[in-house]
């Protein structure tokens, strides 16, 4: 399985920013994690494509939204207001198996995508 994620740049804060994830082959889910310089890899959401469920990390609730199309086997990660703090790293994975947190249960990951915010 191959993962390519796109959509990155530098935004500014209050901005909008939308990150697609597109995977090579049918998965079960895609899970979306960011790292920042220094700080530990941080799971975000995921989506599973065989019921298109959808799961967020309790601190990015709300300003992070998650999307899926199976036909195409994408998932897009939106973030509103953005925030200097989310400047970042942003991965996504996929795997086999159900939606998870731990990014070390994840069997395939994308190059990531680096979101930068900032006036």
């Known amino acids: 399985v191959q993962l390519q994620a796109s959509g990155g740049g530098l935004v500014r804060p209050g901005g909008s920013l939308k990150l697609s994830c597109a995977a090579s082959?049918?998965?079960?889910?895609i899970g979306w994690f960011r790292e920042a310089p220094g700080q530990d890899r941080e799971w975000l959401s995921c989506f599973k494509f065989r019921d298109n469920s959808t799961y967020y990390n309790d601190d990015f609730k709300g300003r992070f939204s998650v999307s899926g199309d199976r036909a195409r086997i994408t998932v897009d990660l939106r973030i509103h207001t953005l925030k200097p703090e989310d400047t970042a790293k942003y991965y996504c994975?996929?795997?086999?198996?159900?939606?998870?947190?731990?990014?070390?249960?994840?069997?395939?990951w994308g190059q990531g995508a680096q979101v930068t915010v900032s006036s």
């Open positions: 082959t049918r998965i079960y889910t």
């Open positions: 994975a996929a795997d086999s198996g159900g939606c998870a947190s731990d990014w070390r249960i994840y069997q395939y």
